[in-house]
């Protein structure tokens, strides 16, 4: 029986950014509403205040649309050769312009790995102006950042969802550190504040930290929601060796990283060739281990609008807590005459100062700066022309912090809950175990049937989009009634939702539902489906 639905193809890239799939893929457009409502709220409320008691000076420039639109950023932190470039072409399943792969330092700038129409290199300085890259605030640390900064464009659909920022490979001894010529440690900071995925990476061969490492990993601080530890290169040492590496890693780690928790350590291995001298006992953990990763990794973008909210509270925070030390310090100041003095009293004993202003506001201790950093920047200025604190800024800071946000919070959709396994074949309750398959001929398909290529997504895309899914995935209860009306009977269903839904979930998203739908073409050509799905029928993606 031939499928029902029969709508003539449309080009898939037209069809994803076309206002009517916008409209359809309602999960999509409340994304983009939240997104339009934190830019809305930063520029009316926030914004005044940072500019005011410019709080660029102290802590980083006002955000610009880009900033805030941006998708969501994977960080990767290492030292030389632990498989950072080669993590990311695992991740592209493609080379990307300007990857150098080696056993030697090769990475030796920072590259922000981003999607494009076509394969494309934008020099520093070029990316650090275009006010449709979120790397404005760059122009801070120079020529000589700027150009070992380098934005590798590259169509993937990996890249669709985040962007993946290569850092150039540490080094041991102080060399590295003074000849580069700009602040290392203060570029990583930038990143990791605007990043939502901080990966650092050790290779099972080296677990030494160097003082570079170790001040790098320093600079997150404040950030250690998003930090997450890689010992790649797992299979090249056995399971003994295994189990000892990973204790002198976290000794190591437990000596630079000041926090009572434990960092979440993923034991992995990404290789784009695997080497012939790999260790085998310790494989299925590694695979378990590297899926966790990369389901973390998928989930990004589904997370990305709360974290863009996060963000915006910790920085609305800062700013308020800023404002009113710059308030505080201009009121201390004298009007006529010991200025000079008062202005070097206040520098000496800036921690107690502070102290006066937690006190008076009832402040908590963390929302506070740090002391010896605030005072470096704060010699640069002139305290007695600082602006007094202007309550109506404060108040709309407030407002923002206590309404608007918790309000935007409000309107986040439920996420797809998990289902128990009884729930996640729609077509199970209907089986009777007896897949009734029969044995014949290959009905006439073609020969490259069984390759992922040969399947029309583009065919399937209306059908799967008037499902509305949520987070780009649909539940099986909704595919449910689509799957039926192909007339193949409930049990010869039940094995291709067995066979579709390769991840066990119940849910799909539109790789898996257009293979749903070839299985059963398969089936109208009266060919027996496989018992376990061929490689060749999944999509190369790794995320």
């Not at 950014?17 to 309602?26: D, E, F, K, Y």
């Not at 953990?285 to 915006?312: T, V």
Request: some cysteine; overall charge neutral.
């Amino acid at each position: 029986m031939p499928l029902k639905h029969k709508d003539p193809p449309v080009n898939e890239s037209a069809q994803a950014h076309s206002p009517h799939n916008s409209a359809q893929n309602w999960g999509d457009d409340e994304y983009n509403q939240i997104i339009e409502g934190v830019k809305k709220i930063y520029k009316s409320k926030i914004r005044p205040l940072e500019v005011t008691y410019n709080f660029e000076g102290f802590h980083s420039a006002p955000l610009t649309d880009s900033d805030i639109e941006a998708k969501p950023i994977v960080l990767l932190i290492g030292q030389y050769s632990t498989g950072k470039t080669t993590f990311i072409r695992y991740l592209l399943d493609k080379s990307y312009p300007g990857e150098h792969i080696g056993v030697e330092p090769t990475t030796d700038k920072f590259v922000s790995v981003m999607y494009g129409g076509e394969d494309r290199v934008i020099p520093g300085n070029a990316a650090a102006v275009n006010q449709e890259l979120p790397f404005r605030g760059l122009n801070r640390f120079g020529q000589a950042f700027l150009s070992r900064f380098q934005v590798s464009q590259t169509p993937s659909p990996v890249l669709e969802n985040m962007t993946i920022v290569d850092t150039p490979g540490i080094l041991a001894g102080d060399k590295q550190r003074i000849e580069r010529g700009y602040d290392f440690t203060q570029v990583i900071e930038w990143f990791a504040e605007r990043s939502d995925l901080i990966l650092l990476l050790f290779d099972s061969h080296k677990l030494d930290i160097s003082n570079e490492f170790k001040m790098a990993i320093h600079s997150l601080r404040g950030q250690e929601e998003k930090v997450r530890v890689v010992l790649n290169k797992s299979d090249m040492v056995s399971q003994q060796q295994l189990m000892r590496v990973y204790g002198a890693m976290m000794w190591s780690l437990g000596k630079v990283v000041q926090t009572p928790e434990v960092m979440r350590v993923y034991l992995s291995s990404f290789w784009t060739e695997k080497p012939p001298n790999c260790f085998e006992d310790c494989r299925e953990l590694i695979e378990a281990e590297s899926k966790d990763l990369l389901r973390d990794l998928k989930e990004l973008r589904r997370n990305a609008a709360i974290r863009k909210i996060n963000e915006i509270v910790k920085r609305a925070r800062l700013a308020r807590v800023h404002a009113l030390i710059i308030g505080h310090l201009k009121k201390e100041m004298p009007s006529m005459f010991g200025k000079k003095k008062k202005r070097q009293a206040l520098l000496n004993n800036l921690d107690q100062e502070f102290l006066k202003i937690q006190q008076r506001y009832h402040l908590p201790a963390g929302d506070f700066p740090n002391a010896e950093k605030f005072k470096r920047n704060l010699e640069l200025y002139d305290m007695d022309k600082f602006k007094n604190i202007k309550e109506d800024l404060l108040a709309r800071v407030d407002d923002a912090l206590s309404v608007d946000l918790p309000k935007l919070m409000s309107r986040f959709p439920m996420g797809n809950p998990e289902l128990a396994e009884s729930q996640r074949n729609p077509f199970d309750d209907l089986s009777n175990n007896n897949m009734g398959i029969a044995d014949s001929a290959h009905g006439g398909l073609p020969a490259n049937f069984w390759q992922f290529t040969a399947i029309d997504k583009t065919q399937y895309l209306p059908i799967f989009h008037q499902l509305r899914p949520r987070e780009g995935v649909v539940s099986g209860a909704q595919i449910k009634p689509v799957l039926m009306e192909t007339g193949v009977p409930n049990e010869e269903l039940a094995q291709v939702w067995r066979l579709a839904d390769w991840d066990g979930d119940g849910y799909m998203d539109i790789d898996q539902f257009s293979v749903a739908m070839h299985l059963i073409k398969a089936i109208q050509h009266n060919v027996e489906l496989p018992e376990k799905l061929p490689q060749s029928l999944m999509p190369s993606r790794k995320i």
